[in-house]
């Protein structure tokens, strides 16, 4: 058994710093452009993803986020910039052979090759022997926690199941990059979580450097190093979920990731005089006075207190729903904006009373503030 255990260790640590040796590789983007007729797809991307990192690029449908990937993978050719792996340049490289490894949203399985076939596919296209075939797909089996399913189809593995075959394929081959293709889409919540956990403990199990597409601001907080918001074409901000989350650099990216109070206000006297009756006693030293401006403020910013204050206004509290470990109030001003609050709810409660409240900011509150265009 002891002999079994250290061949065992000796095996991972042997695949460890294989996958490692081959993929941790930086990976840079730089100044690609790519266009569908008339519409830009892609307009001037730089990025730099460190070696062992993973990036995710996140934005809304039509956003570019896929050509990107699609372009770093060889699938398409930019109309101009230069994709670098390690320090090599790929653009005239076909897929193949660009030591890159894909997990794509429909797992691209093939239905009629067993597991052991599937993951052994890449191997066997680079020519790799039978004897080291049958060893990398069984090391990959017991890292993705699948030992014992060689020999089943796919037909007979759950979603998730799928999805684990799909990601040791990719790393069967040793990439370079990983790129990850809306890989938890086709999955439900409680898979998609065990999923993220499992990507998340390879990436870091191996020190993959990987970049991952995905419309789910919740999946690129929850395992991303640092994220590339992308809008038009065009990254708006890049940076770590908490400081994409606590410091949005536009309204876009503002809107997109989380939820948002929006109130509008005026600068007066280095203070900020909102809409719905308060003033906030900001730093505004950058904002001209009688500067119009919109205040952004998250819902667990906000709390509900009963006596009344020059920083906080008056509110009429309709409804209070439970959700998880928090209570979301429902709250409307005076002048009719809506709001929503969030609040941790003990156990056994499931409402807060209704009636008139006053909202006021929470003692770490970091509202966001954005000048409107026009004064």
Same mark, same amino acid.
């Given at each position: 058994m002891e002999v079994? =255990?250290? *061949? %065992?260790?000796?095996?991972?640590?042997?695949?460890?710093?294989?996958?490692?040796?081959?993929?941790?590789?930086?990976?840079?983007? =730089?100044?690609?452009?790519?266009?569908?007729?008339?519409?830009?797809?892609?307009?001037?991307?730089?990025?730099?993803?460190?070696?062992?990192e993973l990036v995710a690029l996140l934005g809304p449908s039509g956003c570019g986020k896929t050509t990107l990937l699609r372009i770093v993978a060889g699938f398409i050719r930019q109309a101009s910039g230069q994709v670098v792996i390690g320090d090599r340049a790929v653009d005239d490289l076909p897929p193949n052979l660009r030591e890159v490894g894909i997990v794509f949203q429909n797992y691209a399985l093939f239905p009629h090759m067993t597991v052991a076939e599937n993951i052994a596919y890449g191997l066997v296209a680079r020519g790799i022997g039978k004897a080291e075939q049958r060893a990398r797909v069984?090391?990959?089996?017991?890292?993705?926690?699948?030992?014992?399913?060689?020999?089943?189809?796919? %037909?007979?593995?759950?979603?998730?199941?799928?999805?684990?075959?799909?990601?040791?394929?990719?790393?069967?081959?040793?990439? %370079?990059?990983?790129?990850?293709?809306e890989p938890f889409a086709a999955l439900d919540k409680n898979l998609r979580l065990d999923m993220q956990i499992e990507i998340k403990r390879l990436q870091r199990q191996f020190g993959l450097t990987a970049i991952l597409v995905t419309h789910d601001q919740e999946e690129a907080m929850s395992i991303a190093d640092r994220i590339a918001v992308m809008n038009q074409g065009r990254i708006e901000q890049l940076g770590t979920p908490v400081a994409i989350y606590d410091e949005p650099a536009t309204p876009f990216v503002n809107s997109f990731i989380g939820s948002s109070n929006i109130l509008d206000g005026i600068v007066e006297d280095g203070r900020i005089s909102l809409a719905v009756g308060?003033?906030?006693?900001?730093?505004?030293?950058?904002?001209?006075?009688?500067?119009?401006?919109?205040?952004?403020?998250?819902?667990e910013q906000l709390m509900l207190v009963r006596e009344a204050a020059?920083?906080?206004?008056?509110?009429?509290?309709?409804?209070?729903?439970?959700?998880?470990?928090?209570?979301?109030? *429902?709250?409307?001003?005076? *002048?009719?904006?809506?709001?929503?609050?969030?609040?941790?709810?003990?156990?056994? *409660?499931?409402?807060?009373?209704?009636?008139?409240?006053?909202?006021?900011?929470?003692?770490?509150?970091?509202?966001?503030?954005?000048?409107?265009?026009?004064?």
């Open positions: 079994a =255990n250290h *061949d %065992r260790k000796r095996k991972d640590a042997t695949l460890t710093m294989t996958i490692q040796g081959s993929a941790s590789q930086q990976l840079l983007l =730089n100044g690609i452009v790519h266009s569908y007729g008339a519409a830009r797809a892609v307009d001037d991307v730089t990025l730099e993803v460190k070696a062992g069984a090391e990959m089996l017991a890292t993705v926690r699948m030992a014992g399913f060689a020999d089943r189809k796919p %037909r007979q593995l759950s979603g998730g199941q799928q999805q684990r075959i799909a990601l040791a394929r990719a790393l069967a081959v040793q990439p %370079r990059i990983l790129l990850l293709d308060a003033t906030l006693p900001f730093r505004t030293q950058h904002l001209p006075q009688g500067k119009r401006v919109q205040v952004s403020i998250r819902p020059p920083d906080r206004f008056p509110v009429t509290l309709t409804l209070s729903l439970p959700i998880g470990g928090q209570l979301i109030h *429902d709250v409307a001003a005076p *002048d009719g904006t809506t709001l929503k609050i969030a609040t941790a709810r003990h156990p056994g *409660d499931a409402s807060s009373l209704p009636g008139t409240w006053h909202c006021a900011l929470t003692p770490e509150a970091r509202p966001s503030i954005f000048p409107l265009s026009t004064p």
